[in-house]
């Protein structure tokens, strides 16, 4: 609902093309650049004039831009995300920003300048306003009224937020939102991940942990046999035995020294180049392998609760005080990476909670599913089971009514 996906999936897919050509560019200009410099270097003027120097720095210039912005994006995305997972849970409508603040872990200025531009470019549904003398996120969804399946009962947002039906004790609710002359129901459905991790985590969890394993191994593989290239090489360089062999033996067409010690310094940089290569993407699936854990550990957990909210400081990549902020950012990591679903953080009362289980469905009948079509009066019939969705017209006026005073 506040994700632009289609134009989030064309970002997805130029980060990956910028990537890959960074990543190309700076290496090959690294590798001829520094073998220029090696073999050159008792007369760097050379160096200086060779046709290839300005074409290596522009395009090592280049790949780091590509790399950056590419890395810049992917992070940025993944805050979207984050962003949209909690909108979707507020019924509401108003959010400050020092609530989103505590929740995010970033500064209340970082939220407000990320969510003035994600609205351009990554987000939609929301406008930054003034509300009470002060500048909040509004929604498009406001705050209406929840109903309780067990026995009809009605109650406001924060009896919602409770997850308990003040009447019958049941945590079956769901909230009523009117935006923009569309029906959208949010009900818990704590019932689905009873005993099913799979409910709170990505699909195929486990292979994809396996799967980063892989390239984890792939890629320290990689660094692995660029660093032994260059120590095996480096101790070549300066061994005179190694050199006369080489040079008497015959079979190479080196004339001198200062020939084979350049071929020797060439595979230095390029052992070297290789391992520096890798390190980013080892980097990168050692930080997935933990998100991906954290969301594993984390579903488990969740399929096992009884209530729709989780103090964060029980969550059990937090158990103690003492790695309760690192805990918490894996969390936040597995939920922008979208590793962790069908939950959110949420700040009650003071305290960081997690919501579990929260739908939004829109257009459909809270009861039936039905289909619901121009939802335009103060009570809508459902043209299927008959089912009465009453107030919801009015209680948005009531909404707009108490922003503009």
């Known amino acids: 609902m506040y994700l632009r996906e289609k134009r989030i999936k064309l970002l997805k897919i130029k980060n990956v093309i910028f990537v890959i050509i960074g990543m190309f560019c700076v290496a ?215 050199l006369k062999e080489v040079l008497l033996s015959g079979k190479s067409h080196y004339s001198s020294f200062a020939l084979i010690k350049a071929e020797i310094m060439d595979n230095i940089i390029w052992g070297g180049v290789l391992a520096l290569a890798f390190i980013p993407v080892v980097t990168n699936r050692f930080k997935k392998i933990k998100y991906i854990s954290a969301a594993d550990d984390c579903s488990q957990y969740f399929s096992r609760c009884k209530t729709p909210f989780v103090n964060a400081q029980n969550l059990p990549v937090a158990p103690n005080s003492s790695n309760k902020g690192r805990g918490l950012k894996l969390v936040r990591g597995a939920l922008r990476q979208r590793y962790l679903l069908n939950c959110t953080f949420e700040k009650h009362e003071g305290v960081l909670k997690v919501a579990l289980a929260k739908k939004i469905v829109k257009d459909q009948c809270p009861s039936c599913g039905g289909a619901i079509v121009g939802a335009v009066d103060e009570h809508y019939k459902c043209r299927y089971c008959g089912n009465i969705i009453m107030s919801v017209i009015r209680k948005n006026i009531e909404a707009r009514g108490t922003q503009n005073e």
Not at 34 to 44: A, E
Not at 147 to 171: D, H, Q, W
Not at 187 to 203: A, C, D, I, L, Q
């Open 28 to 242: 090959s200009s690294v590798f001829v650049l520094t073998s220029l410099i090696s073999y050159y270097r008792d007369d760097l003027k050379i160096v200086l004039e060779a046709k290839a120097t300005p074409d290596c720095v522009k395009n090592i210039i280049i790949g780091m831009i590509l790399l950056v912005i590419a890395g810049i994006s992917r992070r940025r995305i993944g805050d979207a995300n984050f962003y949209s997972s909690y909108f979707e849970g507020d019924l509401s409508g108003y959010i400050q920003y020092g609530d989103l603040a505590e929740v995010t872990g970033k500064s209340a200025g970082t939220v407000k300048r990320q969510l003035h531009f994600f609205r351009k470019i990554y987000m939609k549904g929301y406008e930054l306003e003034i509300v009470d003398h002060m500048e909040q996120i509004v929604l498009n969804s406001k705050k209406c009224i929840c109903e309780c399946k067990n026995c009809a009962g009605l109650m406001e947002k924060r009896i919602y937020f409770t997850g308990v039906c003040p009447y019958c004790g049941s945590s079956d609710l769901f909230a009523r939102v009117m935006t923009n002359n569309r029906f959208y129901s949010i009900e818990n459905r704590m019932s689905k991940g009873v005993k099913n991790p799979e409910f709170y985590s990505v699909k195929n969890i486990t292979m994809k942990k396996i799967r980063f394993l892989i390239y984890l191994c792939l890629g320290l593989f990689a660094v692995a046999i660029g660093t032994i290239i260059c120590l095996g090489n480096i101790a070549d360089y300066n061994n005179q035995e190694y």
